[in-house]
């Protein structure tokens, strides 16, 4: 189930922005489209992912998990044979809903939900190897399609992506996930009686009305659209700092290799000592690094400032990921995360836009840092109310006694 987890994660890439990100030049050319316009059609979907995905995503609570990952990957497969027919400028925002809503909605959505359920005492362990697929995929598949487009062409190259998605999902939905892997630790060896007890059913609308929501939401909302914003505009950045373009490429491999550390290394930290530990802390380096490249001089800022945010963002889906099921139990994690997976692709959209309005008002990058630095201090502050009232007391005891002394 783990390399369930991996799978769909790693292959959710073909929906991800660092991948379609490829076609844009493409489809520019071949349809004579442009950046505003083509910008445009790829917000809109984005946001009308986001819309649908609570609705879609619950039914992982109802639908058996090889059902729903079949059907997902039927309207995978349907987005990039559709986006590669077509002939004209309309096909493209169509193809981009498909692929959003399937590849970086559903797919990771599908990964989490199934380890956030089916894992209790090695949760955090599971939670983090799964979450591996994302810096996975930002690795080896960006240089491998660009190489496959460059030898055969665009579309042809989406034929491949379909084939590779059809056959290992497929097959491996089909073939290697057995019943006897769809048991949560936490009911082996529990009777049937105390496996048949009802659970009260979690709604939506109540989950957004609960603390826990209006606690998580800020942290969840923050990350894709914080990193999503910054990596849209790298090379900007990286002009109006006066370094060379080489050091991005080299800052985003720091990047994967540091929220891949940190990802191996959140899981066994949660099973020890439970998410909500970590929940007030885990942004602090994603702080201290927009103050690196706020204020740095040197090109080893943009390796400094990838480390740090990766070491957040590694950390922070785990984190966040065991926070939902510590709140809200793993029966209906499925209508819990996708609701917050709404929330996550929803901000992916609103990163891009807020900081372009702020470049296009006539503002430099230092107000861009100084916005997001602003907004991720609110957002550690009010994250600390997550830790439990006699946690507080008594870490006040503590140090009344060590001042005492």
């Known amino acids: 189930m783990v390399f369930f987890g991996i799978m769909m994660t790693a292959l959710s890439s073909f929906g991800q922005t660092f991948l379609l990100a490829l076609y844009i030049p493409f489809l520019i050319e071949e349809f004579a489209l442009s950046n505003g316009l083509i910008s445009t059609f790829y917000g809109v979907a984005t946001i009308a992912s986001a819309a649908m995905l609570p609705k879609v995503g619950k039914l992982i609570d109802t639908i058996s998990l090889k059902k729903f990952t079949l059907v997902t990957t039927f309207l995978f497969l349907v987005a990039l044979v559709f986006f590669s027919f077509a002939q004209s400028w309309w096909y493209i925002p169509i193809a981009f809903l498909g692929l959003r809503l399937a590849g970086q909605g559903l797919y990771s959505h599908i990964a989490i939900t199934t380890m956030s359920r ?50 290992i999902v497929t097959g491996y939905t089909l073939f290697v996930v057995k019943p006897k892997h769809l048991v949560s630790e936490s009911m082996e060896g ?73 990802i191996l290394t959140a899981g066994p930290l949660i099973d020890k000592y439970r998410a909500r530990t970590f929940f007030p802390f885990y942004l602090i380096p994603f702080l201290m690094g927009i103050f690196v490249i706020w204020f740095g001089q040197s090109p080893v800022t943009m390796y400094v400032y990838m480390v740090l945010i990766g070491l957040s963002t590694g950390f922070g889906n785990a984190t966040i990921a065991a926070l939902q099921v510590e709140f809200f139990g793993q029966k209906y994690i499925g209508t819990v995360r996708s609701l917050f997976t709404s929330l996550m692709v929803l901000s992916s959209a609103v990163g891009p836009a807020l900081y372009g309005i702020l470049l296009d008002t006539g503002f430099s990058f230092d107000v861009v840092f100084g916005v997001t630095a602003l907004i991720l201090v609110l957002i550690i502050l009010q994250s600390f109310r997550s830790i439990p009232k006699y946690s507080r007391a008594k870490w006040k005891y503590k140090l009344r006694k060590r001042r005492g002394k």
């Open 118 to 167: 089916y894992f209790v005492e090695n949760r955090g362990k599971a939670i983090s190897l799964a979450s591996l697929g994302h810096p996975l995929g930002q690795a080896v598949l960006p240089a491998i399609i660009l190489l496959v487009i460059t030898q055969i062409g665009w579309r042809e190259s989406l034929w491949i992506n379909a084939s590779l998605v059809a056959v």
């Open 190 to 262: 529990i009777s049937d009686a105390q496996k048949d007890k009802k659970t009260v059913k979690v709604r939506q609308r109540d989950i957004m009305k609960s603390k826990a929501f209006l606690l998580l939401a800020p942290n969840i909302f923050f990350i894709p659209f914080a990193i999503t914003g910054l990596f849209f505009y790298q090379f900007p950045i990286v002009e109006f700092k006066g370094w060379s373009v080489g050091v991005i490429a080299a800052g985003l491999t720091a990047y994967a290799i540091s929220s891949t550390v940190s």
